[in-house]
């Protein structure tokens, strides 16, 4: 990844906040228009940047700025993650393990109001291909999600290993455009059930998808 680095190799405040305009800017727009077809150049406008190379000055290519946005997203779930985690007793049932993998990011996502993007953007990385890959080794990398992974499978049934694959990504789908579709809703302020019950709702389903027998 190219990146500027000032002299003394200290980012100048200038810098750090024209990032951060450019990382809002893009969140906003991958999550109205999807990641192919946005460019480069119109995040640097959205930005207010004159310079149209802005977003390869600062970040290098637009996969690497697609990287930025989630992770500028990412610590905050987790720290709601690590919290639902260390609540858990020593034996877990498998819903509260799913529980802490689904509940944080429907609670972050309401707590952002109105200004919410992030739910749609990662319905778009999700199904990009060049950002497919990158969205969930990002969402899977954390301490805490791997923590709440092996403790889902620890207190599974014993299933095949083509029914757990399929049921992974099952659960991601309903998950990533579950939240797409409760952030619209919310920031459209059209009412509709609340993030605890969307939350809860997921949650109810996911468990039955995974406790049902494979045949």
């Known amino acids: 990844m190219v990146e500027y680095v000032p002299v003394g190799g200290a980012r100048s405040e200038q810098t750090a906040e024209t990032r951060q305009r450019l990382v809002r800017a893009a969140e906003a727009l991958f999550a109205k228009h999807g990641i192919a077809a946005v460019s480069n150049r119109q995040i640097s406008e959205a930005a207010g940047q004159g310079n149209n190379f802005a977003v390869g000055y600062h970040f290098g290519s637009k996969t690497d700025l697609v990287r930025a946005v989630l992770a500028q997203h990412q610590e905050a ?13 020593r034996i877990a049932e498998f819903r509260q393990w799913l529980n802490c993998l689904v509940r944080p990011q429907f609670e972050y996502i309401d707590g952002r109001g109105k200004d919410s993007y992030f739910g749609r953007f990662c319905a778009h990385a999700s199904i990009e291909p060049t950002t497919l890959q990158l969205f969930y080794d990002s969402a899977a990398a954390s301490p805490s999600t791997l923590k709440i992974l092996e403790g889902m499978y620890r207190a599974l049934p014993p299933l095949p290993a083509a029914a757990i694959e399929i049921r992974n990504t099952m659960t991601r789908h309903a998950i990533v455009h579950s939240l797409a579709d409760f952030e619209t809703a919310a920031t459209a302020g059209s009412g509709g059930p609340s993030w605890s019950e969307f939350s809860d709702g997921v949650t109810d389903a996911l468990v039955g998808l995974w406790l049902a027998p494979s045949t």
């Open 77 to 89: 779930i987790d720290a709601i993650r690590s919290v639902m985690v260390g609540r858990l007793g």
